[in-house]
């Protein structure tokens, strides 16, 4: 009988998918590696034939959760040239459908940031690039921003400044809405504050 070939992009991939249901449901102090195991239908030792550590593992669950997210932004962003639409794209995907789709996850992904940072833990900071994470979406708002100058569509403002404070909005909008779901209805206030950023910054 020929042995059945795995195809390990694949297995790895339902590794990820089955991390992310575990990590979202027991937080990531309380997961074991077993636990994603289990959800992934492996055995446990099978788990560190892809992941050396249950860090690792949290790192690339949140890493393959951003893909999909990016790709979900580009796929919208190619239907479309107008730079009013896409500003509206972006702050509704990276805030409303982001926290709908994986609250959970994000306010644990948090957590561990906020761990790393505590301990110092190189072991946990190192699989985070978050610089490198800041930098990729300020860019893609900054020649978002860009596009409307050029077109005459937004006035001519500070594009990297502007793009800077879009994401530090996000962000306190995110962290505010993970403390206390019940502060506010996360469609409304990205709407809210997409007509507030676009009053200011498109030419009357």
Same mark, same amino acid.
């Given at each position: 009988?020929?042995?059945?070939?795995? +195809?390990?992009?694949?297995? !790895?991939?339902?590794?990820?998918?089955?991390?992310?249901?575990?990590?979202? /449901?027991?937080?990531?102090?309380?997961? !074991?590696?077993?636990?994603?195991?289990?959800?992934?239908?492996?055995?446990?030792?099978?788990?560190?034939?892809?992941? /050396?550590?249950?860090?690792?593992?949290?790192?690339?669950?949140?890493?393959?959760?951003?893909?999909? *997210?990016?790709?979900?932004?580009?796929?919208?962003?190619?239907?479309?040239?107008?730079?009013?639409?896409?500003? /509206?794209?972006?702050?509704?995907?990276?805030?409303?459908?982001?926290?709908? %789709?994986?609250?959970?996850?994000? *306010?644990?992904?948090?957590?561990?940031?906020?761990?790393?940072?505590?301990?110092?833990?190189? !072991?946990?900071? +190192?699989?985070?690039?978050? !610089?490198?994470?800041?930098?990729?979406? /300020?860019?893609?708002?900054? +020649?978002?921003?860009?596009?409307?100058?050029? *077109?005459?569509?937004?006035?001519?403002?500070?594009?990297?400044?502007?793009?800077?404070?879009?994401?530090?909005?996000?962000?306190?909008?995110?962290?505010?809405?993970?403390? +206390?779901?019940?502060?506010? %209805?996360?469609?409304?206030?990205?709407?809210?504050?997409?007509?507030?950023?676009?009053?200011?910054?498109?030419?009357?």
């Amino acid at each position: 009988m020929t042995p059945r070939v795995v +195809d390990k992009d694949t297995k !790895k991939q339902e590794i990820l998918l089955a991390a992310l249901e575990v990590f979202s /449901r027991k937080g990531f102090a309380k997961t !074991k590696m077993i636990d994603v195991a289990e959800t992934a239908g492996i055995g446990k030792g099978t788990i560190y034939e892809y992941f /050396r550590s249950k860090e690792q593992v949290f790192a690339e669950t949140f890493h393959f959760f951003m893909q999909k *997210s990016e790709l979900l932004l580009q796929d919208a962003f190619s239907k479309t040239d107008d730079p009013v639409e896409k500003l /509206r794209i972006f702050i509704e995907i990276g805030l409303v459908q982001l926290l709908e %789709d994986s609250g959970e996850f994000m *306010s644990i992904t948090m957590d561990f940031w906020a761990e790393g940072i505590r301990a110092k833990s190189t !072991k946990i900071m +190192d699989l985070f690039n978050l !610089k490198e994470l800041y930098d990729h979406y /300020r860019t893609l708002i900054n +020649d978002v921003l860009q596009e409307g100058i050029q *077109s005459g569509v937004f006035k001519p403002i500070n594009t990297l400044n502007t793009a800077s404070a879009i994401i530090a909005a996000m962000d306190g909008l995110m962290l505010q809405w993970i403390l +206390d779901p019940t502060l506010f %209805d996360l469609k409304e206030v990205a709407e809210d504050f997409t007509t507030g950023l676009l009053n200011g910054i498109k030419r009357l």
